[in-house]
């Protein structure tokens, strides 16, 4: 079973994502799209595959989100990386593959649906909280889980301990998605489809937090991996039953 992960190789931070996975399900074999040529190949990669995670990684773009005036809030963007991303979101939109977002991969899903950006927390919107990673550390703070939401289902808890390594975050969400949990200051810290508990829709769940930097048992972190693959290997049994096709 195979899960495209849009950069799982480069530094040991990166390889926590395959660990991760593999936890849940050891057969996980990862597809790294970050060392594609093009976006052309990264979605080449993605027919073989039953999954996509969106991983952590540098600031969108801004005018990727229509603000361009926010670039200098933004850390120097990684191009060739926005274009492969959004590219494999369109492909996984398209096959109604399971997709996970974590971190930018939050970030890059809302904005690839139309959602806008905070460049920079501490600019434009100050909080007590801390978000960013100090001295390579990443922070802690509390978040509350939405009651209805997939996110509580599969986690079974209405709040927890999350780590945290961003400066940017949601400011207007895109309007297919709805919160699945928040932190104390209102930042949105994870969504989900804002129909999801009535079917019909492919898995997809965006984090702002890293799971694969947590410990297995904390609830945010192993019940996501075991819950995602085991969307993936659904997906997986329907490919191979009724062909590789977008609906």
Known sequence: MK???????????YALYEQWLKKADPTVEVVDLSTAATPEEAVERMHACSGLVLSGGPDVEASRYGMPERAALSEPPDLPRDAIEFAAIEAARERRMPTLGICRGLQILNVAYGGTLIADIPTERPSSIEHRALDGVDSMHT????????????????????????HQCIDTLAGLFTPAATAEDGTIEAFEWGDASLGGK??????????????????????????????????????????NRST
């Open 143 to 166: 978040i509350e889980v939405e009651p209805g939401s997939i996110l509580k289902r599969m986690c079974r808890t209405l709040d927890g301990t999350a780590n945290s390594a961003h």
């Open 3 to 13: 899960i495209a992960v849009s950069r799982a190789s480069g530094t040991a931070k």
């Open 202 to 243: 492919p898995f997809l769940l965006a984090v702002q937090w890293h799971p694969e930097r947590l410990d297995h048992a904390n609830p945010l972190s192993g019940p996501i991996a075991e819950h995602f693959v085991n969307e993936v290997a659904a997906f997986d049994v329907l490919m191979k039953n009724y062909g």
